[in-house]
C-alpha cells in the first residue's frame, strides 16, 4: 500500500505560478514513479505529468508531460524527503482543477492513470 498525500493547491491569479506536493509512504520512495493528473468540473481526469526513477547502472529519471503543461509546469523527486512536486508557472484560468497525486512502480501504469491514488488538491486561477 501507498498513502500520497497533496499540499500547495490555493487561489492564484493568472500568470501566477504555485508549487504543489506530495508526500508518500508505505513503499520504497525511490523505487516508485510518481505523476499528477487533474479533474475539472464536468470533465474527466486528464494527465499532467509523471517522473520516473533511477535504474541501476543509470542516474537520470524520465519525465513525460501533457502538451497543454509543457514549458509552464516541472515535475521533480526528493527521494530524501519521499515527496514529489510539481511547480506550475504561467498558471491560466484553465488550469482550475483538483489536483491528484499518483504512485507505481511502473510510469507506464501511471501515466496509464492506475496504480495508488490521493486525495487531492484544489488550484483555482482567477482571470
Known amino acids: 500500500q501507498v498513502q500520497l498525500v497533496e499540499s500547495g493547491g490555493g487561489l492564484v491569479q493568472a500568470g501566477g505560478s504555485l508549487r504543489l506536493s506530495c508526500a508518500a509512504s508505505g513503499r520504497t520512495f525511490s523505487r516508485l514513479a510518481m505523476g499528477w493528473f487533474r479533474q475539472a468540473p464536468g470533465k474527466e481526469r486528464e494527465f499532467v505529468a509523471a517522473i520516473g526513477w533511477s535504474g541501476i547502472g543509470w542516474s537520470g529519471v524520465d519525465t513525460n508531460y501533457a502538451d497543454s503543461v509543457k514549458g509552464r509546469f516541472t515535475i521533480s523527486r526528493d527521494n530524501a524527503k519521499n515527496t514529489v512536486y510539481l511547480r506550475m508557472n504561467s498558471l491560466k484560468p484553465e488550469d482550475t482543477a483538483v489536483y491528484y497525486c499518483?504512485?507505481?512502480?511502473?510510469?507506464?501504469?501511471?501515466?496509464?492513470?492506475?496504480?495508488?491514488w490521493g486525495q487531492g488538491t484544489q488550484v483555482t486561477v482567477s482571470s
Open positions: 499518483a504512485a507505481d512502480p511502473s510510469i507506464a501504469v501511471v501515466r496509464d492513470g492506475h496504480g495508488y
